[in-house]
């Protein structure tokens, strides 16, 4: 069965600093990874994704993420972080058979000044 | 351009109700998505439509459940005899062979069920 999972309930970074938030997966076949965020009282908002090709794939708003095939593992990152960073991120894997999106249960990421 | 809207924003209802939620896709998405996200429970899928056809409904929690999509756009969830274990926010998503897999989501339905 596919899963996701996100090891971090909440992680706590400041301003300018780098930030990491993990995700781990288990999946038959070639994994199809995603990062969406959540910002309160809104829908979930795509970051990016990687589907194949390089390993480190960069998105929107300055976000990336490495897949790691022999770690399976496809860790979010920012170089900088900002405070408007902080929101509710979802790490997800697409099911090879009807394309719905399995969710880990979500990181806080909680961004001080 | 436009993307997904949900309606309404916000439902409150009794127990023992109807209720129906509402989900636009954008336009030219062929693959339209229903996820419900509560405290307990996180993301779950729902029901998944290809067109007007519902390849995938292994998510509906109960018969209660039932979703149906019509001319390949708009889709309506419906929840019949509604519970207060249904309170949660019903999230819709599409997307196309243009999207390379990316769903991209709604505001969503937040739905209170006293």
């Known amino acids: 069965a596919q899963s996701v999972a996100q090891p971090e309930d909440q992680v706590n970074v400041a301003e300018g600093n780098p930030l990491t938030v993990k995700c781990t997966y288990s999946v038959s076949g070639n994994p199809y990874l995603f990062w969406y965020v959540q910002y309160p009282n809104r829908g979930l908002q795509f970051l990016l994704k990687?589907?194949?090709?390089?390993?480190l794939v960069k998105g929107s708003y300055g976000f990336e993420a490495e897949f790691n095939k022999s770690q399976t593992s496809f860790h979010l990152k920012k170089p900088s972080a900002l405070v408007s960073d902080s929101a509710l991120y979802f790490c997800a894997v697409k099911s090879s058979n009807t394309g719905k999106l399995i969710f880990g249960q979500g990181t806080t990421l909680q961004v001080k000044p | 351009g436009a993307g997904v809207s949900q309606s309404p924003s916000n439902k409150v209802t009794e127990k023992g109700k109807d209720v129906e939620l509402r989900c636009d896709p954008i336009?030219?998405?062929?693959?339209l998505y229903w996820y419900r996200q509560s405290l307990g429970q996180g993301l779950e899928f729902l029901i998944y439509?290809?067109?007007?056809?519902?390849?995938?409904k292994s998510g509906l929690p109960s018969d209660r459940f039932s979703a149906e999509r019509t001319g390949g756009s708009v889709s309506t969830l419906t929840i019949q005899r509604t519970q207060q274990e249904d309170s949660a926010v019903y999230l819709c998503?599409?997307?196309?062979?243009?999207?390379?897999?990316?769903?991209?989501f709604g505001p969503g339905t937040r739905l209170l069920v006293l």
């Open positions: 336009s030219g998405h062929t693959a």
């Open positions: 990687y589907i194949t090709g390089d390993n």
């Open positions: 439509f290809q067109g007007n056809s519902a390849p995938d």
């Open positions: 998503a599409s997307s196309s062979l243009m999207t390379r897999e990316t769903q991209y």
